[in-house]
């Protein structure tokens, strides 16, 4: 294998500027798109687990519609096809004043697909609990709402600490899929690396370590957390 | 908005789209095949007593887990070439990024599955005077899998839609192929409508596929 | 047939049994009672190898349990043991549940193997369940043919861990049915458990045990009759009030 290995590459303008900005990139996209996806998906689990069969159903349709199509096509049909199905003036506005209109858009594409993800972990959540809590909580005679605000959210948010922290680094890993339509992320930049210097051995570890450095953070973070806010004697579900 | 949708241009390109759908769904069999393979080796590895491999095992696969996907596609297009010392097809590259990629994956969900198998079952079967062997084999594994057949199909379904992700290096699979007509012939909004509802509809079938199976083997 | 000499174990560095000693002759029942956490499920398990013990000699019929030599599935294949979760396999038929082991380990003819399990279905009161998956049964009947299943394998001893803990009330007299009748059958038996009553109609020594040690080992008529240790009487005036 005949290779120039250069690993000062990394550190050279403009490509050590490249890096960077890619990664600060990776790291903007993935919490805000976590923020819309940790309230919006606990809209939907919480609404899954009701009484009312409406509200059942527009969760499950939800679910469903974001689970079973690829990530990057959605993210293709919010860039591409979306601004071509609104009304003609909303659909110029979005193709023409829209501020950051790619990174907008992954943003809104992810944090929507990944709320669907987090709607089935605090659904699990709730559920795990059981109807038993559930009828407790209603027995003393507090409201429905009251019941999941001081009985059910509590506890669940509390197991799913695990699972949710894996969502949090599911988006930060799906967040290079914002690359397809020009956002320029670290995996994005690492690409760029290459076919500028052909230094891809250099550029790509670049990038993993990144990677692999954020995702091991959080894992510490989460299990501290996981500790501090632990019901004694519980068990928390597991991470998948 | 949908006045001037165009069915027309997806008959037309028909064929062209067929043979994409073929690479997509080949590169998914194939991935699912050898990833289960490699997956089932690590996993052992992973249980083995012997801790230098189950460390080496694990570090595989919390490496592969904390990358995206599109990284390793990048690193394997780039590197399976140097590698081989000559170039490969985008095609033979992107294989062996899955394969590598999936078998992660695949590795922890079998080892959770067996490690699901109550310990009271593994006294109960030594207690007998099963061996560490009759006891995998009659009373573990067997149990084992049913736990994990569900979730391993569920993990294909995902791989179905992660196969999209060739698109970055441009190797021929529905979503390019949809991409390069709707590009071709103007028709953004038809193709890529088409394209997501034949990913939706085959993977909602799976997976109600995948519930239907659940059912019948919760005895 | 089962001796224990000073027997110790730790967990970590929790000592979870303190040199416990004891003897079980051939044909007697022993029964093992005690508050949780006294370690006489952990002591049990170590009779037949499921559990290592760090100190200590356990032998059965000669064979000493802790030595590195011992073929411990062969051992076990000699003991029958039965758990407090029942532990049936739940993807086999009752009937295979029964077969098994004695198809793999004690390498039966198929003829034969089941031969004897209808036999012990039927001892158990269980013939026609035979074809059904463990899940179908309920708990009494699950831990009968538990008990049917280690039977199967025509042990020197048989063990049970709190074989009645996990039933439903009318269900346990059906279970300690089948255990007097196979303690009136001359089995040797080693007991962990709260039914006093069943201690009282069949066992002939009954071991009290407290955080870790053997606190009282002695005949049946003595434990219920005379002075008992201060924990001893505690613990028997408090699962003797019902």
Redesign the interface.
């Known amino acids: 294998m005949n290779y120039n290995w250069d690993w000062g590459v990394l550190i050279r303008e403009p490509y050590f500027e490249w890096l960077v900005s890619g990664f600060l990139w990776t790291i903007s996209v993935s919490i805000a798109a976590w923020i819309l996806a940790f309230s919006l998906g606990s809209v939907v689990g919480i609404a899954r687990t009701t009484d009312s069969k409406i509200l059942r159903g527009i969760g499950t349709c939800y679910v469903e519609t974001f689970r079973n199509i690829p990530l990057l096509v959605q993210m293709f049909l919010w860039y591409f096809v979306f601004p071509e199905l609104l009304p003609d003036d909303a659909g110029m506005w979005v193709k023409r004043e829209l501020p950051m209109p790619e990174f907008t858009t992954a943003v809104v594409c992810l944090g929507l697909y990944t709320a669907s993800r987090v709607a089935e972990q605090v659904r699990a959540g709730i559920e795990a609990i059981g109807q038993g809590q559930r009828n407790a909580g209603l027995a003393m005679g507090l409201t429905p709402a009251q019941v999941y605000r001081y009985v059910l959210l509590p506890v669940s948010y509390r197991i799913i600490v695990p699972p949710l922290t894996s969502e949090f680094l599911t988006i930060f890993k799906n967040s290079s899929l914002a690359l397809t339509i020009g956002v320029l992320e670290t995996t994005a930049q690492a690409r760029q690396i290459e076919e500028y210097t052909f230094q891809g051995f250099e550029a790509f570890t670049a990038a993993t370590l990144l990677y692999i450095v954020v995702t091991s953070t959080v894992m510490l973070l989460m299990k501290l957390i996981e500790g501090r806010v632990r019901i004694p004697g519980m068990i928390s579900l597991g991470a998948k | 908005?949908f006045g001037d949708f165009d069915t027309g241009v997806i008959f037309d390109n028909l064929n062209f789209l067929i043979e994409g759908m073929q690479l997509t769904l080949l590169l998914t069999v194939i991935a699912i095949g050898g990833g289960l393979v490699l997956g089932t080796l690590l996993a052992l590895a992973r249980l083995a007593p012997f801790k230098p491999l189950s460390f080496i095992a694990g570090t595989y696969v919390n490496?592969f887990r904390?990358?995206?996907?599109?990284?390793v596609i990048?690193?394997f297009y780039?590197?399976v070439p140097?590698?081989v010392?000559r170039p490969v097809g985008g095609f033979y590259s992107v294989l062996v990024a899955f394969v590598m990629f999936e078998a992660a994956y695949y590795c922890e969900i079998m080892r959770?599955g067996i490690q699901s198998v109550?310990k009271?079952?593994i006294?109960?079967?030594?207690?007998?005077?099963?061996?560490y062997a009759?006891n995998m084999r009659?009373?573990v594994l067997?149990?084992a899998f049913?736990n994990m057949v569900p979730i391993l199909m569920t993990q294909a379904i995902i791989l179905f839609?992660?196969t999209?992700?060739v698109?970055?290096v441009g190797v021929k699979d529905f979503?390019v192929s949809a991409?390069l007509v709707a590009n071709r012939e103007n028709r953004?909004?038809e193709m890529?409508?088409t394209?997501?509802l034949v990913?939706?509809v085959i993977?909602?079938s799976g997976?109600l596929l995948v519930k239907r199976l659940q059912r019948k083997f919760a005895? | 047939m089962i001796e224990l000499k000073d027997v110790s174990k730790w967990y970590d560095d929790f000592q979870v049994l303190d040199n416990c000693s004891t003897q079980v002759e051939k044909g007697d029942v022993v029964v093992v009672c005690g508050p949780s956490g006294s370690g006489k499920s952990t002591l049990i398990k170590c009779v037949n190898g499921l559990e290592p013990f760090q100190k200590g000699e356990i032998f059965v019929d000669g064979t000493s349990v802790g030595d590195k030599g011992t073929n411990l599935p062969q051992l076990r294949s000699h003991i029958g043991m039965v758990f407090q979760n029942f532990e049936l396999f739940p993807h086999i038929s009752v009937l295979d549940n029964i077969k098994l082991a004695q198809l793999k380990v004690l390498r039966r003819s198929e003829q034969e193997a089941q031969q004897n399990a209808m036999r012990l279905l039927e001892r158990v009161g269980l013939v026609d369940q035979a074809d059904k998956h463990p899940a179908q049964l309920s708990g009494g009947q699950q831990q009968r043919v538990a008990i049917g299943r280690a039977l199967a394998m025509d042990p020197i001893a048989m063990l049970f861990d709190e074989p009645t803990s996990a039933l439903d009330p009318e269900m346990i007299n059906e279970v300690l049915d089948v255990m007097v009748e196979l303690a009136r059958d001359g089995m040797t038996m080693m007991v962990v458990t709260h039914e006093m009553g069943f201690a009282r109609r069949v066992a002939d020594r009954v071991i009290f045990m407290d955080e870790g040690r053997i606190e009282e080992d002695c005949s049946k008529e003595e434990f219920f009759t005379s002075e008992r240790g201060e924990r001893a009487q505690i613990f028997l005036s408090k699962i003797l009030e019902h």
Do not use: E, K, N
């Open positions: 908005m490496f904390s990358m995206p996907l599109i990284l990048f690193w780039f590197l140097h590698i010392g959770a109550r009271g079952q006294y109960a079967g030594q207690a007998l005077g099963l061996t009759q009659y009373v067997p149990q049913r839609q992660d999209s992700l698109y970055v979503l991409d953004i909004l890529f409508t394209v997501a990913y939706f993977c909602l997976s005895q």
